[in-house]
């Protein structure tokens, strides 16, 4: 409480002050935008791109999206936090949840923490090896890891400490690049972190780093997201080549011949049935049940065609954010959700 007072009162100290920056707590309407603002229509979409989903302990939607903040179902309203309100940044690339109940987000202006009550902020100042956030991973210790667009660095609660990876050829059809980018981290059943970088996947465990790359069957170096099934098999969403899954050494590329088109794809997830989601640009959106894909698409009911993130509900339900927003899984159908929902 000292130091939170501390902070909002602008009282600086280097024997007091924590890492971060904390906002004003967003009770009382604090969070709300600004009140002579024309409110949208009702059934617009939340945002026109809606690029991360994570829901809370406390049964809370949080909504990552590429302009307008981190907007909050809260079970009753939707709320939108952004600059005015104390968030980092517009633009939401990440959102984890720690042990303790704390959400934390990725965004283009650094790491930032909810707690329930406010907001604190992150950037280089207090370590953080870049502002530009990609990615986020708790890892078994309780320890943050932290992707940005000049590497990993990971947080053991009071301070950053850099971890070292290869640099790698930035790549220019890609709109953010850089040699030391690094777009997913993920911990594998054994304890292990992967990596998804513009040079393959790194993956870690504890002493040494191992990289995987095209010369070993990847489908191709720029890595987007990194997930685990089942039956210890890594799958590997890429940029410019699909999907394609690694089993014991053996590289496996997801084709056309499996049914599967295209090739830029964002990101991967397993649902509580072990099944593995993940959407590819102008295609679609892909469910492998463990045998085939099936495809989902327009007729479907999904409207758009750069889905970029799945999420599970605690009640099981499947939601997709991308272009056009919010989307969610009724039986076999897909339906849009706008600022009024549908939410339960």
Known sequence: MVLFVLTLLGI???????????????????NRPDADAPAPPPDDPIS????????DRRGHMWL???GDGVARWNGEALEYFSLAQGFSGVAVRAIVEGADGSVWFGTEGGLTKFDGASFTNYTVRDGLVSDDVWCLAFDRRGELWVGTLQGVCRFDGARF???ELPEAEPDPMVGVTSARMV???????????WFGTNGGAYVYDGKLLRNYNEADGLSNDN???IVEDRNGRFWFATHHNGVCYLDGETFTAVTDADGVEGTEVWDLFMDRAG???FPVENSGLYRFNGKTFQRYREAEGLTSNAIQCTHQGRDGRLWFGGHRGLFRLEGEAIVAVTRVGPWR
């Open 183 to 193: 777009r997913s981290i993920t911990e594998d059943r054994a304890g292990r972190l």
């Open 275 to 277: 099944e593995i989601w």
């Open 12 to 30: 600086a100290s280097a024997c007091v002050k924590p890492p971060g920056v904390t906002s004003a707590a967003i009770n009382n309407g604090a």
């Open 223 to 225: 890595v987007n997201s």
């Open 64 to 66: 990552g999206t590429n």
């Open 161 to 163: 400490t850099p971890f």
């Open 48 to 55: 026109q791109f809606v690029r991360r989903i994570h829901e």
